[in-house]
Nanobody, 129 residues
């Protein structure tokens, strides 16, 4: 079974940093990609960033230049390094997997919830001033 486990959330100051991790298990080859989503209180879940198995990345506008997604395939882990955090980054963050070769490669218009096949439980990120 495919499983994803997000961790690393917590409390940070405005302007600070946090690194989230997503441990991925259950895939046997390169036929998947990973995305991060977030859901703030009272808001719909929104895409943040994605990464293909081979390292192609995409960022939604609100996090460009501040967040970096990366992966360590040997450890089956995807990371989301978040810097220059803002209060509006406060949300529950989720990692999700799309079981398709080439996900997040080539043209990526957006990181879309409906594209994803598997979800992990979220991790809370709170940014305070």
């Amino acid at each position: 079974d495919v499983q994803l486990q997000a961790s690393g959330g917590g409390l940070a100051q405005v302007g600070g940093s946090l690194r989230l991790s997503c441990a991925v298990s259950g895939f046997t080859s390169d036929d998947y990609g990973i995305a991060w989503f977030r859901q703030a209180p009272g808001s719909e879940r929104e895409g943040v960033s994605c990464i293909s198995y081979y390292g192609s990345t995409y960022y939604m506008d609100p996090v460009k230049g501040r967040f970096t997604i990366s992966s360590d395939n040997a450890k089956n882990t995807v990371y989301l390094q978040m810097k220059r955090l803002k209060a509006e980054d406060t949300a529950v963050y989720y990692c999700a997997a799309r079981a398709r070769v080439g996900y997040c490669s080539g043209y990526v218009g957006a990181v879309v919830e409906d594209d994803m096949d598997y979800w992990g439980k979220g991790t809370q990120v709170t940014v305070s001033s």
